[in-house]
């Protein structure tokens, strides 16, 4: 799915001496499959974390079935009588690029699944069925249970849990952001983000940091206020995107908000109706004064009623 790596090398599986149980599993197969597929085919989802993976049954046609036991921590949907269950998928036998269903042993996941043959796989084999979750371990999911699970799953990307990671939640933050983008929209991952910088552990200030830095071209203050010390925990992909690159979004930034209502004429050229709301928000978080009193105002000329703004010099 989106919020996973470009290319990823299928996952070594250790196989076992002796006899290894191989249920009769038939291949399911299908093209990449996106999260609203995954939940609507998945009768049970589990956050869990993998203990073991192991290749069982013949190769066949270049795959093989692989059992992965699981230490559940959290039943999403369905229901569940152990603690400690297997789950099944077929994934090429050998190395091959791109989003399939690797794991990491020692990691946590959302896994979608359905039952066959009375045991568990996923819902599809190969392709990524998949979250990882690097922000720890959580009791319940965030939000109340009537939002959609979509938008859940979203937000647990972002809220530190227990038995964190401070440097393995920094490097998941670039996977957060783009589901935040898909599930959430820009202006809450934007909130999300800059909640972060407050954060006890400094590695995950500095990389919120460098994901606004990244995705918002008038997100750049955060620099001013966070100490990233002597620059050892800056992350990579702060410095992959070249600083051309940077400032062009940065002219292209200023020049459509110099004026607040022609920007408000072009929004619906540029953006989806139900983004527009959200594009004017995040234009009320900028680090510049001058837009953000401006487009403040646009706010509460347009969505009167829409919180916000309150804390700006000069908006009334």
Known sequence: MGTGRASIAVVAIILLVGCVYAPSLSFVSGPHIFLDDMIRDAPVVIIGKVLRQ?????????????RVTLDVENVIRGELGRRRVPIYFYTPWGTVSGEINSLRTGKRYVHFLMWDKGGLRAVRDVVRTSIRIYSGRHVRLPLTPDRPLAERLAMLLFVPGAELDPDEFSAGLSDASAMGWNELGRFRTAQLLRGLL????????????????????????CWETVDFGDGSLLRS????????????????????????????????????????????????????????????????EKFPNEPGCELTPGVK
Not at 198 to 205: A, S
């Open 54 to 66: 192991e290749g069982v049954g013949p190769i066949r046609i270049s795959y093989r079935l692989v």
């Open 198 to 221: 407050r954060n006890e552990h400094q590695q995950v200030r500095i990389a919120a940091c460098e994901e606004l830095s990244r995705l918002y071209p008038s997100m750049q203050g």
């Open 237 to 300: 992909r702060y410095g992959v995107i070249g600083p051309q690159v940077y400032r062009k979004a940065y002219r292209n930034w200023v020049e459509r908000t110099r004026d607040e209502q022609a920007w408000w004429r072009l929004a619906p050229k540029r953006y989806e109706a139900r983004e527009i709301l959200d594009e004017l928000k995040l234009l009320t978080m900028s680090d510049d004064p001058g837009v953000r009193r401006r487009f403040c105002q646009l706010l509460k």
